[in-house]
C-alpha cells in the first residue's frame, strides 16, 4: 500500500520536473530559435537524468 | 534501380528465411482447459511476456476439443548441473512452467519453474513445494540456454553484421552506398557528428566512435525488434542492459586520463576538510551511480512500453462485457496503435540517450583541461575552481 503511494508521488515530482525542462526549453527556443539544437540536447540530457532517477526509485520501491 | 530492388529482395528473403520456421512448428499438446478469470489471464500473459523465456512461441489458443495448440519453435537448453553439461531441446518440457513435467537427461531430473530450470535431487520424482511456493527439493543450475532473448540477440547481431559490412564493403568502389546501406549511412554520420564528437571532442572521438556506433544500432535494432509481433524483450532484460552499462563503465574507467581521477580523489578547488567526503561521493557517482542509471533508464523504459502496448491490447478481452465487441476492439486499437507510434520513437531516444550519456561519460573522463591556473600575488598556482566539467552529474 506505502509503496503504491509512494510511486505515485514519484511520477507526480518526476511530471513537475519534466514540465519545467520542457517549459524552460520552450521559452528558451522562443527566445533564441537560432539556438534551438543546444536547447534541445542539453533537454534531453536533463530529462534523461531526471527519468533515470524516477525510475530507479519506482524500481526499488516496487 | 533493379539492382537496388534484388538487394532489398535480398535483405527481405533473408528476414523471411529466419523467421519463416515459425509458421512451419505447430505443436500439439493437451492443456487443462479450464476457464481462468479473463484479468489474471492477462497479467500472467504480460509478466509471462516481459520474462525471458526457453522456447520461442509466438501465439497458443484452446481449440474446441480443449487442447491447448502452441505455435512456435523449441530454442536448445544448454545447462551446467551437478553432473556436467546437459543438452536438450526445450519441447521436451512441453511448454509446462510449474514443474510438473520432468525431464531425466543421463541421470539427472530436471524441471522447469517460471521460465527457470531446476535440478530435482536423487531419488526425487516430483518437485515439493514449500508455502512459498519455492522448490524444497531442487536447486537452479547454471544456466546457457539460447533463449528467447539471446535467439533475439543473435538474430539482431548476424543482420547488423550483414549489413554494415555491407555497407563498409561499398565505400571501396564507390563513394555513395546503394540499397539499405543509404538508409544506415546518414544515422552513421549523425552518430559520429552529433553524439561522439562534441561529447568526447576532436582529439579523442575517433578511438571511441566504434563502441558508440556498435551500442546505438544494437540498442535501436533490438527496441525495434521488440515492437513487432515476435514479441523480444531483449532490451528489457536486466541482464542485458547491465551489460551494456558494465562495457561503458569499463570503457572510461580504463581510459580515464590522470585528470579525471584526480577530480575524483582529491577534488582541486575545495577546502581541504570537504575532500574526503567529495571522493566518497564521487567514486560511488562514477563506479555505481552513473552505470547503474543507465541500465534501470533502458530496462525500465522498453518493459514499461512493453506493459502499456500489451494492457492496452488487452482492453479488447477485459471490457467486451461492459463495451461490447466492437466498442472494446475499436478502443484498444486506437490506444494501442498510438501508444506503438510513441513507443517508435522511444526506441530510438533511448538508445540516443544511452549513446548519448555514454559519449558524455567518456568524454569526461578524457577531457583534457588547459593548464592555465591563475596565479596569486607570491606566484603560487590557484587551483582551478572554475573548472567543473568533471563535475557534472
Redesign the interface.
Known sequence: MYNLIGAGLIVIGAGIGLGQIGGKAMEGIARQPEATGKIQ?AM??IA??L???A??A??LGK | MMKIFQQSFKSLALVLLVFLPASIFALNEGGDGGQVDTKNEVADYILHHIQDSHDFSLFSYTNDEGERKHFGFPLPVIIWSSDGLRTFMSSEFHHNDDGSVIVEKGGLKFTKIHSKIYELEQGASTVKFDADHHATNGHKVLDFSITKSVFGLLVIGLLMLFWFSGLARQYKNKQIPTGFGRVLEPLVLYVRDEIARPNIGEKHYRRFTGYLLTVFFFIWFLNLAGLTPLGFNVTGQLAVTACLAIFTLVIYSVSGNKDYWMHIFWMPGVPYLIRPVLAIIELAGALVIKPFSLLVRLFANISAGHIVIMSLIAIMFTLKESLGVVGATGLSFVLSFFILLIEVLVAFLQAYIFTMLSALFIGMAVAEHDHEHEHDDHGNEIPDAQDVRGDFI
Open positions: 540536447t534531453i540530457i534523461a537524468l527519468e533515470g532517477l525510475f530507479g519506482l524500481f
